[in-house]
């Protein structure tokens, strides 16, 4: 290894036979490393899984709007109206637009009589 000389057929066989051992671990550490990506990848599609399930329940959650009381939803829907609202039927304008989020804020709209 200590010169530019090509090895001799003996010290051709002796670094042959000092690598099988060498060679076998790496084998066996790329087929060990394989068994774990694939456990890595099976993971991960698991957690997407996971993630995608909890996703929606985080949603309902985590909503501050959702735990809104009432009366301040009342607050919100009479601020949307413009200063100076005259009733007519758009369902692209408060006060309908706002009956058609949820059938929480519908009833919520439809018990605010200063909306109609």
């Known amino acids: 290894l200590k010169t530019n000389e090509p090895p001799s057929s ?9 690598l099988i051992g060498p060679e076998r671990a ?17 993971l991960v599609r698991k957690e997407t899984t996971l993630t995608q399930e909890i996703a929606p329940y985080r949603v309902i959650l ?3 709007f959702r735990s809104l009381p009432d009366d301040i939803l009342r607050q919100i829907f009479l601020a949307c109206l413009p200063d100076a609202y005259t009733p007519v039927i758009d369902f692209c304008q408060p006060p309908l637009l706002l009956t058609q989020i949820s059938s929480h804020l519908r009833r919520v ?3 605010t009589p200063r909306l109609w």
């Not at 003996?10 to 000092?18: T, W």
């Not at 068994?35 to 990848?41: D, G, V």
């Open 10 to 18: 003996e010290q051709k066989c002796l670094i042959q036979n000092a």
């Open 26 to 42: 790496l084998l066996e550490m790329r087929t060990e490393i394989a068994k774990i990506k694939e456990k890595m990848e099976s």
């Open 62 to 64: 985590d909503s501050p």
């Open 109 to 111: 709209a439809f018990t």
